[in-house]
């Protein structure tokens, strides 16, 4: 079983629409948490940052955490054109040790 | 804040040659470096962990004699390709994480093509 688990996609939605992205983990010591944005061609773009469990908004984007479940969200309100990109969720108990999902493609269409 | 840069953004290099890439972190001081390889459509691929002052830890299949890692200053992690070959060409993105933080901030990328 992979440590983190993230659908591929792709997800297509109109413009408008709210994109909810989920990722999945099977080790319980994770408590810092991301979600990374990544344009064709480049480098990714952290968007989110969560530590432990909750909610945490910025602007169009809510990250949510739920650690019971092993399960963490990011929201997208109002998408955009621009939007459009692959998602990666990213996840560590501490030190150098990184977790990162295969990152979904989304595409919102005008 | 939290600005990592990447030199060069694109090479074209002939097969036999090495090709150097420069990671560094602008605004901040980063005490570990990571560099990850990328293919098309693909997830990102771990190469090496470094800390400034320490030699790289390399991961399982990721032959340390071809990609030579430097991490001099706490700003400052270099990736040599030695002897590069067509198989070599990716995309290389190396990242960062400030001293005390738990996140890392990616540079750019550097795409390289080995003829």
């Known amino acids: 079983q992979k440590e983190v688990e993230q659908d591929p996609g792709p997800l297509s939605v109109p413009e408008g629409a709210i994109v909810s992205l989920n990722c999945t983990y099977s080790?319980?010591?994770?408590?810092?948490f991301m979600w990374y944005r990544q344009y064709s061609r480049k480098g990714p773009e952290l968007l989110m940052y969560?530590?432990?469990?909750g909610n945490k908004e910025d602007g169009r984007f809510t990250a949510q955490v739920d650690k019971s479940s092993k399960y963490i969200s990011l929201f997208i309100r109002d998408s955009q054109p621009s939007d459009s990109a692959t998602y990666l969720c990213?996840?560590?108990?501490?030190?150098?040790?990184?977790?990162f999902g295969t990152g979904t493609s989304l595409t919102v269409i005008p | 804040g939290a600005v990592v840069s990447q030199h060069p953004s694109r090479v074209i290099c002939k097969s036999g040659t090495s090709v150097k890439i420069e990671c560094r972190s602008l605004?901040?001081?980063?005490?570990?470096m990571f560099w990850y390889r990328q293919f098309p459509k693909q997830s990102l691929m771990l190469m090496a962990t470094?800390?400034?002052?320490?030699?790289?830890?390399?991961e399982q299949g990721v032959e340390k004699d071809k990609f030579l890692i430097n991490h001099a200053s706490l700003t400052l992690s270099t990736l040599t390709v030695t002897s590069a070959h067509p198989e070599d060409s990716s995309f290389y993105i190396c990242s960062a994480i400030q001293q005390g933080g738990e996140t890392q901030y990616f540079g750019p990328g550097t795409r390289l093509l080995v003829l």
């Open positions: 470094s800390n400034e002052g320490s030699k790289a830890t390399y």
């Open positions: 990213a996840m560590s108990a501490g030190g150098n040790q990184f977790y």
């Open positions: 605004d901040f001081q980063a005490t570990t």
């Open positions: 969560t530590y432990s469990s």
């Open positions: 080790n319980s010591a994770f408590q810092y």
